[in-house]
DNA sequence: TTGTAGGCGTTATCAG
DNA sequence: CTGATAACGCCTACAA
C-alpha cells in the first residue's frame, strides 16, 4: 500500500526533469533522444507508475468520460442498449458512467448536476420529459448532451428508432396475412414513442383502406417499479379485454415484447391457439422472444447497435441525429387468418 | 458555452478571498460569520457555481468513483446485479464507471489499469480467474477491490451466494417430492460457482443415501458471445441425451434459468409434459422465470440484495465477506413423482 | 473571522 | 534536446 509513483518521482529516479518524463510517457509528438526516452521507460517501468488520470484532467480538461442516464437496466432493452453503449466506449478509450434515473425528473436532473460535476465530457440521456432547466445549464457549458431512445424537445442530437415505421411494419405485417380487424396492445401514451406508435399502426390501417377502430386501441396499464412483470400485466389484461369482444381481432401488435408475451399467455390459457387462431406481434426483439411460447414474432429495434450509434454521434458529432431502420422478425407467432 | 464558474470566480465577484469561499461552499465545520456567508451563497447562485470535482480529487485523493467489471449486462443476472450495485451507490453519493469484461482475461487487466488511472476509490470484480498481477498491483496501491460472485483465489473480501447450498436445497426439493433419479443440467466446471454446485447436488443425493451417478451430470456445452441463447442450447442438447437413457431421471436440476428453460422446451416437444411426467428446477431466478411455460421454479439468487450488499461491504469493511442465504421459489415446473 | 500560500499530478510555454 | 515554471481548481495549514 504504497503511494502511487508520479512524474515526479521518476525524474528524481532517473535525473531527469519532470518535463522531459512527462513528454516521453504521454508520447507526444516531441523530439527526445532515444537515450534518455529509454532511461525513462525503465524508471516508469521499475516504479509501476499509472499516469494520474485527474491531474491530466484537471489540465487538459477533458476527462473521457461519458455519463449515461436510463431510467434502470434490468429491462432487458435497456441491458442492451447499455451493452452496446459500453462496448463502444471501451473501442473509442472512453469511460461509462452509469446512472439510473427510475424514471424520476428530479432526480435525472440530480443526476445530470453530478456528471457535470465530474466533468463528463458527454451525457446519453434517455428520459421521457427531462427537467428543461438542468439540460440548458448542461449544455451551456459546453457539454454535450444527446437525447437517446426517447426524444425530447431541446435543440440536441438525438439518436432513437422509427417507431412509427416500425409499427406501420408490425401492421402491414399482419395485413399481409390476411387479418383485417387488428388490435393494439398499448399502454398510456406517456413517452413519446408510444405516440409514435400508435400514429404508425393507424397509418398502416388508413393506408390498407381500414378505419381505425378506437375499441381496439387498448392504452390501460400501470406502471410500476417492477419492470417486466407490470407489462406482462398490462398484456394480460388488455387480452381479457380483447376477448369480450364479439367480434374480436384476429392480429394483435403490442407496445413491447413483455406485453405481447402477457397476451399470449391470457389467449393460450383461454384456449385460443397461436398462430392458428389468432396473430401476436411484438416489439424490440429482446432475447425472450425465442423462449416464448411460440416464439415471438416481433420488430428488432437493434437495441445494441442504438448504444454504439449514440455514442458515436455524441463524440463525432457528424451526423448529428439520426435514427435506426426497425427489422421483422418472423418467428411463430404469426400466421393466415382464418376464417 | 461559457467557462465554469471556479471558486476565484466567485471569490472575485463578491471580494472575498479564495479560501473564505471555500468554507462556505464545502461546508466544512469552519466558523464564517452568516454575513459573509450568505454573500458567498448569493454569488454562487448568481455564478452558477458548480463544484469541480477533479480539482477536489486532485487534493483529497478520492474520487468517490467506484469501478465495476462484470462479464456482461445483457444477461439478465448480471444486469439484476448491476442495478443494486447502482442504486446502493447512488444513496452513498458514489458514481459507478462500468466496464464489460466479457470474460477476457487480459480485457479485464485492462480494465483494472483505467480504473485505478482513474482513481477509483474501489473496485467491485466479478472474474473467473483474473490476472493476479493486476489483482495484486491494485491492493498494492490502496485500491479497494472487492471479488463479486465469483471468489478468487486472492486476499481480498469477497461477496457472493452460497452455490453449495443452493444447489443442494434444490435436490432436496426434487427428493421431497420424491424423485430418486434426478439428472443435473450443467456446463463446464469452469468456473467455482459450478464446480461448488455439482458438490451441493451430489452432497444432497449422499445424504439421502442416493449414489451420485456419474450419467446423470451432463456437463457439455459451448460457450458463445450471445448470452442466454446458447445456455438455451445447452439445456436443449443436455435434454435430448436425457431422453435417449432408460430409464431417465424423473427430476432434473439445471445450473441456471435459461438452461432449464431450454430442457424444458425439448422436453415437452417430445410430448412430455411439466410437471407430471418430469420436474425441472433452474436456478437464478431471473424475471422469464414467470414467462416459461409452465412458469419455472427456481432457486432464487438475489442477485439485486447481492450488489447492494457488495458495495456496503466493499465501502464499510466490516462483514468482510459474507454470502447470501439461497431461497426456494416455487413455480409449476416441479410437482410430485408419477411411477 | 478572514486571508495567504503551498501543493495535489499533469501539461505546456518559454528559455537555455 | 532538456529544464524551469506557471497554470488547471481545490483544500488547508498557518498567519494576520
Redesign the interface.
Known sequence: ????ATLRDIARHCGLSIATVSRVLSDSDYVVSEATRQRVLASAEQL?Y??????K??KTSS?R?IGVILP???N?YY??L??GI??EA?RQGY??????SHRNAPREADNI??L????VDGILLSSINPDPEAVR?A????CRLLALEQPIPLDCPQVGFDYRLGAMMATEHLLSLGHRRIGFLGAPLDRPSRRMMLEGYRAALTNAGIAPNPDYEMLSGIESER???YE?ENGRESAQLFMHMSPMPTGYIAINDMTA?GAM?AFTSAGLRIPEDISVIGFDNI??C????PPLTTIDQHA?SLGSLALRCLLDRDEPSSALPPTLVERCSTGPVKE
Open positions: 500500500m504504497s503511494r502511487q509501476h499509472m499516469p494520474n488520470e485527474l491531474g484532467s484537471l476527462t468520460d434502470n437496466i434490468t432487458p441491458a442492451l447499455l451493452q459500453t462496448d471501451d469511460h461509462v458512467l452509469l446512472c439510473s448536476s453530478r457535470l460535476s465530474k466533468r445549464r449544455v451551456s457549458v459546453g419492470p417486466g412483470i406482462i408475451i399467455r432475447p425472450y425465442e423462449l416464448s411460447a445494441y
